[in-house]
C-alpha cells in the first residue's frame, strides 16, 4: 500500500512466468519499498524475511522467521509473523526489534507512520517513535493504507475514508462499495465490487476519473496507474488520470508499483 515512490517495478506472475523473484527460490511476491531507499526486503515459502542494503549485489540478511507480511519504509522495516504479532526496528539492518501489538492481521509503514489493523477489525496508527502512543482510527476496518500524512481504510460494509493532516482529523468518505483501496501522493484508488476502478488526484473532495472495468487489482506510484485486469492482463499508464494505457503482460497474477 505507499509514499512518494520513485522508481518503477512491476512484480508480474513471476513464478508463472518462470521467474524468480530477488534471486531467491520461493520468495513471495509480497515486498514493498519506498521512499526512494537502496533497501530490498523478501519473504520467502518457509516464512524467513530477509533484507538487503545497498547494491543490487549485496548480501541478504535474516531478519525473522515465521513471517508472513514484510512493510519497509526508509530506515524502517516492519514484519508481522503468523501468530500476530507485529515487529518493527529502526536504523541498520541488524537493529533491535520492538513489539509493536499482537492480534495484528495486517501491517503498514509510511515515513514516521506506523499502522496495523487488529484481528477484531480496530484500526490504529502511531506518529513518531516506535514506542509512541497509538490513535484509535476506526472499527471493523478490512484494510488501512498510509501515504504521507494521508491515512485510508475501507470497511466491511465497502465504505472507503481517507483523512489527511493529524492522526484525529476527521475522515471523508470517499466511496461505498469498495474491495481495495490504495493511496500515492495525492492520488487515491478504488476498486469496487463492480469491477470499475476510479482514481482521484488532488484533495480528498475532487471528482472520480473512471479507469477501467473489470478490474481486479489497482495499483499507484507517484504519476503511474498499474491495473490488473480479470483476464490477468497487467496494464500501466504514465502522466494523466486520462492517459493512454500500455499493456505490460499477460497471465498475471499480482502487480506492483514502487
Known sequence: ?????????????ASLMGLTLSGSAGAAPKTVSGDG??????VQGNGESRVKEGGLSASWVLEHTNVKQLALSGNRIGVLRDNGEALVK???LSASWVVEHNNVKELELSGNRIGIVRGNGTALVKEGGLSAAWVHEADSVVDIDLAGNRIGIFQGTGEA??????????WVKEADNVIQLELSSNRIGIVQTSGEAWVKEGGLSTNWVKQHDNAHRIALSGNRIGLLHGNGIALVKEGGLSAAWVQQADRVTELSLS
Open 1 to 13: 500500500m505507499n509514499s512518494n515512490w520513485k522508481a518503477l517495478a512491476v512484480a508480474v506472475a
Open 90 to 92: 529502526e536504523g541498520g
Open 37 to 42: 531507499g537502496n533497501r530490498i526486503g523478501i
Open 161 to 170: 475514508w481517507v483523512k489527511e493532516g493529524g492522526l484525529s482529523t476527521n
